[in-house]
């Protein structure tokens, strides 16, 4: 099985790797620095074939809000839509779980998403930007709990909760 990081690839990644790995992660503490390069060093080297990572309408690019929350926006358009003209539940879910994994990659974990539960509070607009907000709550030994917002015109649209296990990266070979 291969390994998420190799050393000497990047020093700093690395080190984020093995505080995640080896330690509890003080997620009250919030995420490091180096949250977001280590988050794009595992997007590339474990989500590189991923449609969230690969679809240019779909791949969410982060920032620090705080030590614990990353931040994305995202207008969705009129293709995106379902009933009434309001975006796809669906589609929120997706892009939700897909900040939810993030979040979790960018504290050096690699984690697959094991109950996901939304509440949907209100219509999401087409045209309109929408924020997502996500961090990660708590971590039970190799279980972790993630919370996500949509956001739109600073309205709460969608909450979620999510469980995820935490996985080793499998080589391309691996079955």
């Known amino acids: 099985m291969q390994k ?3 050393p000497g690839s990047n020093v700093r990644f690395e ?17 490091p620095a180096q949250s977001l390069r280590c988050l794009e060093a595992l997007r590339k080297r474990g989500h ?7 679809h ?8 620090l809000e705080d030590e614990r929350v990353l931040t994305s926006q995202v207008t969705f358009t009129e293709k995106m839509t379902s ?7 669906g589609l929120q879910s997706f892009l939700i779980d897909q900040a939810m994994t993030c979040a979790l990659m960018g504290v050096g974990v690699f984690a697959a998403t094991c109950e996901l539960n939304l509440r949907y ?10 924020t997502i907000r996500v ?6 030994r190799t279980i972790y709990e993630v919370e996500a ?11 979620a909760h999510a469980k995820f296990f935490e996985q080793d990266l499998k080589s391309e070979g691996d079955a």
């Not at 080190?15 to 995420?31: F, I, S």
């Not at 240019?56 to 920032?63: N, T």
């Not at 607009?125 to 929408?130: D, F, L, Q, Y």
């Open 4 to 6: 998420v990081w190799e």
């Open 121 to 130: 509070r209100s219509s999401v607009e087409v045209g309109m930007p929408v």
């Open 48 to 54: 590189s074939q991923c449609m969230a990572y690969l």
């Open 56 to 63: 240019p309408e779909f791949k969410l690019d982060f920032k």
């Open 149 to 159: 917002e949509l956001l739109q015109a600073d309205k709460i649209c969608t909450h």
């Open 135 to 140: 961090w990660v709550e708590r971590r039970y």
């Open 83 to 89: 009933f009434n003209r309001m975006v796809h539940g």
């Open 15 to 31: 080190l984020a790797r093995r505080q995640a790995m080896n330690t509890k992660v003080d997620l009250k503490r919030g995420m």
